[in-house]
Structures are given as C-alpha cells and as structure tokens.
C-alpha cells in the first residue's frame, strides 16, 4: 500500500503554502478592489421631470465625476423601486434604501418639526423659504441623526397652489369639494374652509382624479405639469399657499463607512445639487405656466382675494396648533424667521 504521506515532503509543503499565500492575496486584493466602489440607490416618488428629479441626477453625476466613479448613485425616480414617500424614512434607516429625496411633509409624523416649511402662507418668496431652510436646518440635522440618517440638501418646490374642474376664487367654491391635500397642515386649512380634504401620496393622486375620488389637488403648477394634470382639472389658482421642501437623506451607516474625502465628495455634490435647484426654481413657474396654457389649461391669477383671506386666517390657526405640538423649537424658529423678515 503506498504511504501517501511520503509525497508530503518539506519542499512541497513549502509550495503548497505559497500557493494558499498566493490565493489569499488575490482573494484580499479583490475585495479590496470591490469594496473601493461605492453604488447607492436614491429613492424619489416624483417623476424624472421633476425638479427634484432632476437634481438627484445633477447630485449622482457630480459625485461620480468628483471620485473618478469610485461612488456611484443610481437615481430611482416615479416610485420605480416600490416605495413611497411615506415609506423614506423608515426605509432610509433601516438601510433598505441608501439615499431617499422625501417631501419634509412626509416626515412630519416621524416629528412635526418637519412641516414648518409647508405651514400656510408663512414664506412669500423663493428667498424667505431658503432663510426658513437655514434656520431649520440644524433641527433636522439633529433628528435625522437620532434615527440613522444623515441630511444632505434641501431644496424647494415652486410655490403651491389648487388644481381644480372649475375656477376656484372663494372658499364657498370649495365647499364639501374634495382636494387632495399633501400633509397634515393642508388638511387642517381646507377644512377650516369647510372643504372635504383628503391626504393623499402622490401615487394616489391620479388614480384618485382619473375615478372620481377627489375634485381638487392642492400641489404646485410643477407637480400637475409633470401628470398632466390638465386632462382632469383645467384650472390651476395661483395661491402662493406655501413653497414645501424636499430633504434628501442618506443612511448614516452607508455615509460613515466612506473615507473622509469620500465624505467631502458627498456633500460637496450636495451643495451643488442643493444650488441647482434653489436657482432653478425661481424661473420654473414661468415655464411650467407656458406648459399648462400649451396643454389647454387656465391659470387663475387675480380676482381670489376672499380665498386667500380665508386660508390665511385658517393658517393662523394651523401654525398656532403647530406651535403647541413643537414647543420652544418651533417657536424659536419661528421667532428668528420673523425678526429676519421684519414680520414682527
């Protein structure tokens, strides 16, 4: 019988182990090669025309310029990976999703802070809301940390107002109606005009037109140009009810994992995508005004006066019961807004 251990001699032990040496390496330096790409996923429920969209695209393709496509952000926008924006935050956290782009309103369960930047007729200009931003800021930085998360930019959609089937000029002609509100404060206004809001997602929305389930959409001119909002409600009334921000936030593991420099290519790709889209918006509603008319739609500027008195005594109300549920965060915030805009 052969002794099969006499192949084993010291020289070809010595080889052998060279060769698991060998492998080991070439596993290690594939890893290493692996793991220096970084890809993450960012989730927007609104359409890749959107604004928001639009700059996910400008932040992805600034950040793989900027590490020599060692960070690679694929943009998901339209709900295409199945969430919706109600859904970001947990998502985000839970590292389901790396980076998520989610209307502030959205966030307002997780802490009511969140909705001072949709609360009725408080900014009245691209500038005020971008002055609202620096002081919230810091608030959101604080509570995204303590869930997870890491914020990266903020930005605004163009002002909001009321898709409708018929001209809306007073509160009567939207009584009983049912509009699609987008947050808690927009359900709060409506119906202290006796409206019939409803809180929708924005998935919901035109299946809910198309079927009869709501009348009226309160939403910017972007939003319903982008679903083509005309072939349902004709008339956009130009409200300036309040210009709402989207955060974009990432998963603080998936942020903390990447070097320093890697970290500064993020944010630096943030500020750009966050610059982008504060400049943009300040000429979008012209344009997205061109698109209604084109489309056949009417845009109701003047003659609503008795509306917006209205709604501007119904936000009084909103901000007063926001104010209650915040405490001395909301109100220092608000405080400081004020004194900045001469609203004292």
């Given at each position: ?35 220096a ?11 890749a025309?959107s604004i928001?969209?639009?700059g ?5 393709e ?5 590490s020599?496509?060692d960070i690679?952000?694929?943009v998901?926008p ?6 919706k ?9 839970d590292?389901?999703?790396d980076?998520a782009?989610t209307?502030a ?9 969140f ?20 002081i ?6 604080r ?7 890491k ?27 049912k ?11 409506f ?9 929708l ?14 009348d009226a ?9 982008s ?13 300036n009810?309040a210009?709402?921000?989207?955060i ?5 593991d998936?942020f903390?994992?990447l ?5 500064k ?17 300040v ?9 209604i ?16 008195a ?28 004020q ?6």
């Amino acid at each position: 019988m052969t002794d099969f251990t006499s192949i084993f001699t010291p020289k070809t032990t010595i080889w052998r182990k060279a060769v698991f040496a060998t492998f080991a390496a070439a596993v290690a330096l594939g890893a290493s090669a692996a793991n220096a790409e970084e890809k993450f996923d960012l989730a927007n429920a609104y359409g890749a025309t959107s604004i928001h969209a639009e700059g996910n695209v400008v932040f992805a393709e600034a950040l793989a310029e900027a590490s020599g496509n060692d960070i690679i952000v694929t943009v998901h926008p339209g709900g295409s990976l199945g969430y919706k924006s109600a859904d970001h935050f947990d998502a985000v956290r839970d590292g389901a999703v790396d980076i998520a782009d989610t209307p502030a309103n959205f966030l307002g369960g997780i802490d009511p802070f969140f909705l001072i930047s949709s609360m009725p007729f408080l900014v009245k200009s691209v500038d005020e809301a971008k002055l609202l931003l620096e002081i919230a800021k810091p608030e959101y930085e604080r509570i995204l940390e303590a869930n997870g998360q890491k914020f990266l930019y903020a930005s605004p959609w163009p002002a909001s107002g009321i898709w409708s089937r018929e001209p809306v000029k007073t509160a009567a002609d939207l009584a009983s109606i049912k509009i699609r509100t987008f947050d808690p404060n927009g359900t709060k206004a409506f119906k202290a005009i006796h409206a019939a809001p409803i809180q929708l997602a924005w998935a919901d929305v035109v299946p809910q037109l198309a079927t009869g389930g709501i009348d009226a959409v309160l939403t910017s001119a972007e939003g319903g140009v982008s679903q083509k909002f005309v072939e349902q409600t004709k008339y956009f009334t130009e409200i300036n009810y309040a210009l709402p921000l989207n955060i974009v936030h990432m998963n603080k593991d998936a942020f903390d994992r990447l070097s320093p420099d890697q970290q500064k290519m993020v944010m630096d790709a943030s500020a750009l995508a966050s610059d982008r889209n504060w400049a943009e918006v300040v000429g979008r509603t012209e344009k997205n005004y061109a698109q209604i008319k084109k489309d056949g739609g009417v845009i109701v500027t003047d003659g609503n006066e008795a509306l917006l008195a209205d709604l501007s005594k119904a936000g009084e109300i909103v901000l007063t019961e926001w104010l209650e549920k915040t405490g001395d965060r909301g109100a220092a915030a608000i405080a400081a807004f004020q004194e900045k805009t001469g609203q004292n």
